[in-house]
């Protein structure tokens, strides 16, 4: 069993920042790789970013080199740095872990973030 808490959404101006972070507790000892997935309205969720417990890096087209992902091994966090926002990127955001013993899929309850002027 793994719990994901998310924090950090909120709303902000096109060009704006803001740091999404995702904290796991539990079986951490059995994921296998972290990410980032956002939903519109009335679209399907999708990958942004997600990182393996080997460090590799995984970007949805529309925001490399805008969004880095991140980790913090010792506080078990991984983070989501946005920069350059548009307002296309306004979305719920949510926390995903994937781990094995069997394969299952985790997922937080989702942060809002708004890009608008």
């Known amino acids: 069993q793994v719990q994901l808490v998310e924090s950090g959404g909120g709303l902000v101006r096109p060009g704006g920042s803001l740091r999404l972070s995702c904290a796991a507790s539990g079986s951490i000892f059995s994921i296998i790789a972290m990410g980032w997935y956002r939903q519109a309205p009335g679209k399907e969720r999708e990958l942004v970013a997600a990182?393996?417990?080997?460090?590799?890096?995984n970007y949805a087209d529309s925001v490399k080199g805008r969004f880095t992902i991140s980790r913090d091994n010792d506080k078990n966090t991984v983070y989501l740095q946005m920069n350059s926002l548009k307002p296309e990127d306004t979305a719920v955001y949510y926390c995903?872990?994937?781990?094995?013993?069997?394969?299952?899929?985790?997922w937080g309850q989702g942060t809002q973030v708004t890009v608008s002027s």
């Open positions: 990182i393996t417990t080997g460090g590799k890096t």
């Open positions: 995903n872990a994937d781990s094995w013993g069997p394969l299952t899929h985790y």
